[in-house]
């Protein structure tokens, strides 16, 4: 049977990582960067959809208006991309493995303490800055390493990353809503946050930043022995060279448009379903539909992207993201929502897989840890202000129609800023 290419890369990651000498010998020690990089991914996001379902039980308990419940999350979404600017830095210079455990730690911290959550200062602080530290690393650092341990196939490999993410978003929901059924939501709380914790300090010690140290080349070429350290030879262009350049720009405000959509999905996709009739466990399987849906998005554009470029992949993306919002604002029934669900889940995944090797197509990776951290900083700016614009929204109006029409204008804009990115100017050295 032949498969897939990106189905027979998943099945060399996990059967290298078990298997005997034969498979050991064409092993590429990338693909344990993948493995980690989808567990980190499945981990830190399902943490992050889970507050979708704490959100009404929230409300229920304390009486919290939505802009508060919802500034929490925006406050997380500011403190992921700021200090995830300043994580993307420092793993240019000395690798993943710390950085990953510290906010794994972070993470977990964060959630163990919500079980004792009585005000909404403590939502803040607990939530919002330490949980929100513990978001920074699961997109900028994996993407950043796997950028750097694949060449050829980074797109692919972005995707299978990525998958992670479509993996938490599909399973954390369903399981937070058991839960928090079965032992309330303190408690559910509590195994989160203690299982973060232990998941992504384990997971953090497979990561190493490149492959040049183990005597390997990008992609499973062969360098020096393994064990002995080869030079980093990574071109591209530097913050200063970059911040010089439109493109840099178009894509730091394409990623705002992004995140301002996405994340106020993500946060509010539950309570709209609750408010137009639905049950916690069908309003969650909206959520995790989002979650599943995204997995094939991520692979599909990921692999995609290898052959079309950046560019068009990112106008793939919007196209769908406008179909999905047009059709929300059509939505009245649980059908209606789950065929939203769809729609937006594949273009979700595709947005999420293809921003880091567009970075790296457009500016190379010497410095792609920085430059990748600003432009995901742009978009937890929209990730910030867009769920705390739609709660106010809701208190002052009583519906998300007006939230959902800002939406659509948002990945219009996107859309129009994507159509005239332009490749960089290489200059006389060739970078």
């Known amino acids: ?110 959630y163990l303490l919500l079980t004792y959550m009585q005000k909404p200062w403590q939502l803040y602080l607990f939530y919002g800055l330490l949980v929100g530290v513990g978001y920074s690393t699961h997109d900028v650092i994996t993407m950043s390493t796997v950028a750097r341990w694949f060449v050829k196939r980074r797109g692919m490999m972005s995707g299978i990353v990525k998958v992670g993410t479509g993996c938490g978003q599909l399973v954390v929901p369903l399981i937070a809503t058991v839960l928090i059924g079965a032992i309330g939501w303190r408690y559910s709380c509590f195994i989160i ?60 405000f394409a990623e705002f448009a992004i995140f301002s959509c996405l994340l106020t999905i993500i946060v509010h996709i539950v309570p709209h379903s609750r408010d137009l009739g639905l049950s916690p466990t069908i309003a969650a399987g909206v959520l995790s539909t989002i979650g599943g849906v995204s997995m094939l998005g991520r692979v599909t554009i990921g692999t995609v992207n290898d052959a079309i470029g950046g560019k068009r992949s990112l106008i793939t993306c919007f196209i769908i993201l406008i179909g999905g919002l047009v059709w929300l604002q059509l939505s009245h029934n649980a059908l ?31 410095s792609h840890g920085l430059l990748f951290g600003i432009v995901l900083f742009s978009g937890t700016l929209g990730g910030a202000i867009g769920p705390l614009m739609a709660g106010r929204t809701f208190d002052l109006t009583g519906s998300y129609r007006l939230v959902f029409i800002i939406l659509t204008a948002m990945a219009v804009l996107g859309f129009i800023l994507i159509t005239t990115l332009r490749l960089p100017k290489k200059d006389a050295s060739g970078i």
């Open 1 to 110: 049977m032949q498969w897939p290419p990106a189905l027979a890369d998943l099945t060399i990651i996990f059967a290298g990582m078990g298997q005997g000498n034969n498979v050991r010998s064409r092993y590429f020690y990338g693909y344990n960067i993948v493995a980690a990089g989808f567990a980190i991914q499945a981990v830190s996001i399902g943490a992050l959809f889970a507050y979708g379902v704490l959100f009404k039980e929230f409300q229920a308990e304390f009486g919290w208006s939505r802009a508060t419940i919802s500034g929490a999350s925006s406050l997380a979404f500011f403190v992921m991309g700021a200090a995830g600017i300043l994580a993307g830095r420092i793993n240019d210079r000395i690798g993943p493995r710390i950085l990953i455990a510290l906010s794994g730690v972070s993470l977990g911290i964060g």
């Open 193 to 252: 946050g203690a299982t973060a914790l232990a998941a992504l300090v384990a997971v953090a010690q497979v990561m190493r930043r490149d492959p040049h140290s183990a005597g390997l080349l990008p992609d499973g070429g062969s360098g020096a022995p393994e064990g002995t350290f080869m030079p980093v030879d990574e071109s591209g262009f530097s913050l200063y060279e970059a911040s010089r350049m439109r493109q840099f720009w178009t894509l730091c």
């Open 336 to 366: 209606m929502l789950f065929l939203f669900a769809v729609l937006y889940g594949f273009a979700h995944g595709g947005f999420f897989t293809v921003m880091s090797p567009t970075v790296a197509e457009l500016f190379g990776t010497g």
